[in-house]
């Protein structure tokens, strides 16, 4: 039996020609670099949420040559509130090996995007692809999603699974059109064969998908739901009239390397509140990360001054004109922009 690679590519092909998104900021203006961004940002993002920080990170960083010189803290400023951290302190790594083991000039071979930080077999793909026009498979969530249905192919074991949509992918890409070709596999994925529902009606691989107008196969999404762990965090944020102390974090199990309140675990007495206040505040605030549930009590004291402490973390008191220039929390900064 002829596997259909040909009208595979060809359906997705003629309909991202006419249905494809095309109007999206990553889509226009297309350079390695954009395209690198863009991909990174949309790892476990939504599409209209990624749009305004890339357009903001773009006009602060709109070429390889702009970020070079570029801090940690200027990249995590820029994406705060869009979560998944460690894909920004990603991208500051990338571009440190850029600098030191390219001149500075972003990579145009495969293996050698691959080996940069945060950037996989998949990611590479899509910028050789897109930017590059080269025939490259790409896998990410959506394309997973598109092959394994139109195929029928079974969930038993996840690693062959995946080895298998490897080699399917490699098969089902185009030689030609490679670039309209891998976005409309992820328009497709992303706006008609969803997760939950699938648009079969307005598929165009629908004449041939082995899934097509059958029900979805919900075992990936119900079966092994795991319960969200919870946990509690205690933050002391210590202000003045026009500044506000914030340390950087080095822990590791969330927010690494963010600006935040003073944490405390155990005893409430601590090198900021055995100070004396103008007035003091309780609040609780409940906040979701990907795979924990925050139970947030802040603190929040008023000072005549800002002052020193004996502390071997890092920390600064930020004017709250320049509390857009770092990289905080959401939930924190939120809060810090109402004070």
Request: charged share 30%; net charge positive.
């Amino acid at each position: 039996m002829k596997h259909p690679s040909e009208n595979f590519s060809k359906r997705i092909i003629e309909w991202y020609e006419v249905n494809g998104r095309k109007e999206l900021p990553w889509r226009k203006d297309i350079t390695p670099y954009r395209v690198w961004i863009s991909e990174i940002m949309l790892q476990q993002t939504q599409v209209k949420t990624v749009i305004p920080y890339f357009e903001k990170f773009l006009s602060a960083f709109p070429t390889i040559e702009s970020i070079s010189n570029a801090t940690e803290d200027e990249i995590l400023a820029l994406w705060s509130g869009l979560g998944f951290y460690r894909r920004a302190q990603n991208i500051f790594k990338a571009k440190e090996v850029i600098n030191s083991e390219h001149h500075g000039i972003f990579p145009k071979a495969f293996d050698e995007l691959e080996k940069l930080p945060g950037i996989g077999r998949s990611t590479a793909g899509a910028i050789m692809a897109i930017a590059y026009q080269q025939p490259y498979p790409i896998l990410d969530a959506n394309v997973k999603r598109v092959i394994q249905r139109y195929l029928k192919l079974q969930t038993a074991n996840k690693t062959q699974l995946t080895k298998r949509l490897w080699s399917e992918s490699e098969k089902l890409k185009p030689q030609m059109k490679i670039f309209e070709y891998t976005q409309g596999i992820m328009d497709i994925g992303a706006t008609i064969c969803k997760a939950k529902t699938a648009g079969c009606s307005k598929c165009p691989l629908n004449q041939n998908c082995l899934s097509a107008f059958s029900e979805i196969e919900r075992s990936d999404i119900n079966k092994n739901k795991k319960t969200t762990r919870k946990e509690k965090i205690n933050f002391i944020l210590a202000y003045t009239n026009e500044k506000t102390l914030l340390f950087k974090r080095d822990e590791k199990r969330y927010w690494q390397h963010l600006w935040a309140p003073y944490e405390f675990k155990g005893s409430k007495q601590t090198v900021i509140n055995k100070k004396k206040a103008l007035n003091s505040k309780n609040l609780k605030i409940d906040h979701k990360l990907s795979h924990l549930e925050l139970e947030i009590k802040l603190m929040l004291l008023e000072f005549d001054d800002e002052f020193n402490i004996a502390s071997n973390m890092e920390y600064s008191w930020v004017n709250k004109k320049n509390i857009e220039n770092f990289g905080i929390p959401k939930p924190i900064k939120k809060i810090l922009l109402e004070l």
